[in-house]
T-cell receptor, first 111, second 114 residues
Framework: RKEVEQDPGPFNVPEGATVAFNCTYS??????FFWYRQDCRKEPKLLMS???SGNEDGRFTAQLNRASQYISLLIRDSKLSDSATYLC????????????FGSGTRLSIRP | EPEVTQTPSHQVTQMGQEVILRCVPI?????FYWYRQILGQKVEFLVS????????KSEIFDDQFSVERPDGSNFTLKIRSTKLEDSAMYFC????????????FGPGTRLTVL
């Protein structure tokens, strides 16, 4: 099983639609979870951290299910500027060591 | 807003040559990282660095790779004898301290090995 697994997409949805991405991780002891956004040929940028209780930031909602080792991201009222690759990221130890990236899910918003 | 910077933005080199990729992490950050991303693939961890020594390295980070913090600001990645498969985007990242989760990424150096 891959350490972090995502549906690669692409998701092609109309502006204003709601879209959801899922991610699973293999290490049940993992401590911290994130969604990063990566535009074409650019660096990853933190979109939001994911907390056990679920958290919301404007149009974005992230959920964590530790029992199922599953993370989700929901984007409501999608904008053209949301077009990007969304990376599920796991910090297995919450220490100074590495973070582990999923392969990313490509999202394309059409007018 | 403070940011991680990297130079050069694009490096082209011949197979077998040495390259040095440079990074300037955010000034008060203590933990530094190199990642790479081969075109069309996922971001992969290479190495983490704290207190002037390597904390962790991946299987990719073999004897051809080395890192250094030669002064108070720069953090470098050296590849001694480049191979074609080293062609990738190399990202530097830094983290402020333990307990702060976010790693801030630089804009990357695109390395092309011919």
């Amino acid at each position: 099983r891959k350490e972090v697994e995502q549906d690669p997409g692409p998701f092609n949805v109309p502006e204003g639609a709601t879209v959801a991405f899922n991610c699973t991780y293999s290490n049940s002891a993992s401590q911290s979870f994130f969604w990063y956004r990566q535009d074409c040929r650019k660096e990853p940028k933190l979109l939001m951290s994911v907390y056990s209780s679920g958290n919301e930031d404007g149009r974005f909602t992230a959920q964590l299910n530790r029992a199922s080792q599953y993370i989700s991201l929901l984007i409501r009222d999608s904008k053209l500027s949301d077009s990007a690759t969304y990376l599920c990221v796991v910090d297995p130890y919450s220490s100074a060591s590495k973070i582990i990236f999923g392969s990313g899910t490509r999202l394309s918003i059409r007018p | 807003e403070p940011e991680v910077t990297q130079t050069p933005s694009h490096q082209v080199t011949q197979m077998g040559q040495e390259v040095i990729l440079r990074c300037v992490p955010i000034s008060n950050h203590l933990y530094f990282y190199w990642y790479r991303q081969i075109l069309g693939q996922k971001v992969e961890f290479l190495v983490s660095f704290y207190n002037n020594e390597i904390s962790e390295k991946s299987e990719i980070f073999d004897d051809q790779f080395s890192v250094e913090r030669p002064d108070g600001s720069n953090f470098t990645l050296k590849i001694r004898s480049t191979k074609l498969e080293d062609s990738a985007m190399y990202f530097c990242a830094s983290r402020e301290r333990l307990g702060v989760n976010e790693q801030f990424f630089g804009p990357g150096t695109r390395l092309t090995v011919l």
